[in-house]
């Protein structure tokens, strides 16, 4: 093997995948061991690494093209010794300059200096930021500023608010990929409405900047008002794809027509709800007018994905959508996956609607109560042959 040209054995490394036999195949011999190390651009690290900036500033040495890092120490305990800080972040961003994804998960002595390092990073394009507990909004400017950010994903980070990301400023012009929970761990929000505990009154919350480039946003677990906060968002992405909104307290039509009317692009749409009081009528946020709104100003739509939580069967009125609506969209767009949980309101009827929709490949229905086993009959067509992916469940 060593008699084999240098760049026919790298294309050997190139075709081994597990991380396992790279690891072996370096020890065969020096110059394997050379290319190896030259080729490896991820690494997976955590509480394994011991002491921890030693450990990692030999990894980063040994592998000096690395474009993707993972730090987790999730299951993370104290005898596992001390935890990467902020120096560590040091080490990456000073000796992995093609560092193009790092992700951040339970690091709990990282702080906001840590992440002020990164600006050094000059190819970081996605950041990963999850249960960070002691970072707060220090860093956001400056990254926002300085940063090539295409994608930002902030969970259970507790310091950081929504109306904190008003300061990653131009960074927002940048972004192609958008996420933020800041309580994943929540199953799903306080059905008589939640006050939202990062809200000062009188502060300047406005957002003022463009996000035109943004084509995937998730948002969860956040309540919100009219004009402030996260949910401006829903009328400035002009060229948004896909949308997931989980359990969001606050919003209303208007805010789904708003968006309806910007997203022309829009392809995929995540709505996890649940029923909330508005004005006399306890039901969930959305209404047909929101569904009709999508069907009319949004021709690309796909995919459509209906999560409904805490809705009594007995009661289909709490579902602020109607069976008619929902056929009336998928009769308009060119849906070819269907997710459908908790969908009281859709029965027979509208699985006898889902057979001559041409372009469904995906139907999934989980605890849609109102359905009953007349449908197999009634739609001959909806079978594997019409929807291969067709699952359904109680």
């Known amino acids: 093997m060593e008699d084999l040209p240098e760049s026919l054995l790298a294309e050997i490394v190139k075709k081994v995948a597990k991380r396992s036999d790279l690891n072996s195949f370096s020890l065969v011999s020096k110059q394997l061991y050379s290319i190896e190390a030259s080729q490896r651009g991820a690494i997976h690290v955590g509480s394994g690494l011991h002491p921890a900036r030693k450990a990692l500033a030999s990894l980063c040495s040994r592998f000096p093209n690395l474009w993707k890092v993972e730090i987790d120490y999730s299951g993370w305990t104290s005898g596992h010794g001390n935890q990467l800080g902020n120096k560590g972040l040091l080490v990456i961003s000073s000796c992995c300059p093609s560092l193009t994804d790092l992700t951040l998960s339970f690091c709990s002595r990282i702080k906001d200096s840590g992440l002020g390092y990164l600006v050094n990073c000059k190819k970081l394009m996605s950041l990963r930021l999850n249960s960070v507990q002691k970072i707060t909004s220090g860093w956001l400017e400056n990254l926002g500023c300085e940063g090539s950010l295409e994608e930002l994903v902030v969970e259970n980070c507790k310091g950081i608010s929504q109306y904190d990301l008003l300061k990653f400023g131009p960074g927002w012009m940048k972004l192609l990929r958008f996420k933020f929970d800041p309580d994943p761990m929540s199953c799903s929000w306080n059905i008589y409405g939640s006050d939202d505990l990062s809200y000062v009154a009188h502060y300047p919350y406005k957002y003022d900047f463009c996000c035109e480039s943004l084509t995937d946003l998730s948002l969860a677990h956040i309540a919100t008002k009219p004009g402030i906060g996260l949910r ?163």
Not at 251 to 265: A, V
Not at 312 to 324: A, K, V
Request: glycine share 6%; hydrophobic share 40%; proline share 5%.
């Open 232 to 394: 401006f968002l829903l009328g400035k992405c002009k060229a948004l794809e896909k949308l997931r909104l989980e359990y969001i307290n606050g919003l209303n039509d208007s805010d789904m027509i708003t968006l309806s009317k910007c997203c022309k692009n829009l392809r995929s749409i995540s709505l996890w709800l649940l029923p909330q009081f508005y004005g006399g009528n306890f039901r969930t946020a959305f209404t047909d007018d929101s569904l009709k709104s999508l069907a009319v100003s949004c021709p690309m739509l796909e995919s459509i994905e209906l999560t409904f939580d805490g809705c009594e069967p007995l009661y289909p009125s709490e579902i602020g959508f109607t069976q008619d609506g929902l056929i009336m969209l998928i009769q308009s767009c060119p849906i070819r996956v269907l997710v459908l949980r908790g969908a009281n309101f859709f029965a027979d009827k509208g699985m006898k609607t889902l057979s001559s929709a041409p372009l469904l490949e995906t139907l999934e229905l989980v605890c849609c109560r109102a359905i009953t086993d007349a449908f197999h009959c009634a739609c001959p067509m909806l079978d594997q042959s019409h929807t291969p992916d067709l699952c359904t469940s109680d």
